[in-house]
Every structure is written in structure tokens, then in C-alpha cells.
């Protein structure tokens, strides 16, 4: 499963790269606004930023939502780095865009995915990633997990090359039930990466066995 991270924010992108497990990042315009990057040069030049730091796939998400608009900013956003993937919103004139990229062998990420009908489109237009958000089910109390397996298991009914990409992840039990149920990837912020690294006895068992050597090494 790769990871992904899920911030605009450099510092924490940096963090992760040099953790060496990290294989890209997505962002979205709340993301980039968090950091208070704005206007069209600045926000380009955040991503670029971003593609310098890391060495896999960067989404940029587009801001129009018609056909034309959303056509013309993809084909504005690929300028930045060929590590740029397209994020476009699943609505009609998205699954239209990313047909129209997937027949340019231009990579897109579908996003803002809540059902299984939603990735069965954008599957068949031919997105490189589906974005289904498990958190913000979880939110409305719908199981967001039990939507990651159903996609993941029809993808694999048909052999769809669309990757399934666990989004709005917010914990480490979400990240390992990905896993489990076979996601290809899973994007989340830094905190739930850098939690999977602690367990008490990890904790214990280190000062345990630092002390045991300090006894006789003084
Ligand atoms: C996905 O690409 C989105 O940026 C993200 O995962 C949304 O997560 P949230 O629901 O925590 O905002």
C-alpha cells in the first residue's frame, strides 16, 4: 500500500520524505488555504514546491467545475511537474474531464467519492485514482470503511486499472483497515503516519534494554 500525504504544509511534507516511506501527496484548495497560499502564481509555485520535495505523485485539484475550465487548468497544472496528477471533483462535467485526460495519458485523481456508483464512473472514464472519503462518512454515520472494501472488491471484479486512493483517513485504525481490505493507497496527515510508530512496549523494552547495557558499560 503506498502512502500518501494529505497537507500542503512543507515542513510536514519534508518530515515524511525523509522518513523514507513516502510515495506522494494530495492536497485540495482547503489545504492550501490552511497555509495561506493565494492567488494562481503563488498557489503554482506551492506546488512546484511540494514536487521539488517529493519523489511520487502530487494531486493539484482544479477550482472550475465546468468541462472547458476544468480541461484548461489540468493542461495548466501538468506544466508545473510530470509529477503532477489532475484532481478532479466527481460531477458530470469531472467524469467528462477526466475522459478527456485519460485518452491524453494525462493522470487524474477523482475526488470527493461517496458511493460505489461514483467510483464505478470514474473508473470508466478512466482515472488513474479514485478519492472514496472515509472520515467524512463516518461523520454523517455511514461506514466509510465498509465503502473502501466495496470498491475495492468490484474494481477487482472487472480488473479496473483505477487505483483506489483512502482519503479523509483519521486515524491509524483507518489507515490499517486499508490495508486489510486492500487499498492501494492511503492518504492522511502527518500525525497518523508518525503514530504507527508507537507502541508502550516498543517504549519500555527499549529503556529496558539501553539500561541493561549501561549496567555493564557503565
Ligand atoms: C483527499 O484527497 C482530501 O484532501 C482529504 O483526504 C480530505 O480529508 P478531510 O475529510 O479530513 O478534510
Request: aromatic share 6%; proline share 3%.
Amino acid at each position: 500500500m503506498k502512502f500518501f500525504i494529505d497537507t500542503a504544509n512543507l515542513n510536514e511534507i519534508r518530515e515524511a520524505q525523509e522518513l523514507g516511506i513516502l510515495d506522494g501527496v494530495t492536497t485540495n484548495p482547503s489545504l492550501m488555504a490552511k497555509e495561506g497560499i493565494s492567488g494562481k502564481n503563488n498557489v503554482y509555485k506551492h506546488y512546484k514546491a511540494i514536487c521539488d520535495i517529493v519523489d511520487g505523485d502530487v494531486s493539484a485539484e482544479v477550482i472550475a467545475t465546468d468541462f472547458k475550465g476544468m480541461i484548461e487548468e489540468g493542461e495548466e497544472l501538468i506544466t508545473i511537474d510530470p509529477k503532477i496528477v489532475v484532481k478532479i471533483p466527481m460531477i458530470k462535467d469531472g467524469i467528462k474531464a477526466i475522459k478527456y485526460f485519460s485518452q491524453k495519458g494525462i493522470r487524474t485523481n477523482c475526488t470527493l467519492v461517496f458511493s460505489a456508483g461514483q467510483a464505478l464512473l470514474a473508473a470508466k472514464a478512466g482515472a488513474t485514482y479514485v478519492s472514496p472519503f472515509i472520515g467524512r462518512l463516518d461523520d454523517i454515520s455511514q461506514d466509510g470503511m465498509e465503502l473502501i472494501a466495496q470498491i475495492v472488491g468490484i474494481y477487482r471484479n472487472y480488473d479496473y486499472q483505477t487505483e483506489v486512493l483512502a482519503a479523509s483517513v483519521r486515524h491509524t485504525m483507518h489507515l490499517i483497515s486499508c490495508a486489510e481490505v486492500g487499498a492501494d493507497v492511503v492518504t492522511c496527515p502527518l500525525n497518523v503516519i508518525t503514530a504507527l510508530l508507537n507502541h508502550p512496549l516498543t517504549d519500555s523494552g527499549l529503556a529496558k534494554f539501553l539500561a541493561d547495557h549501561k549496567k555493564v558499560n557503565g
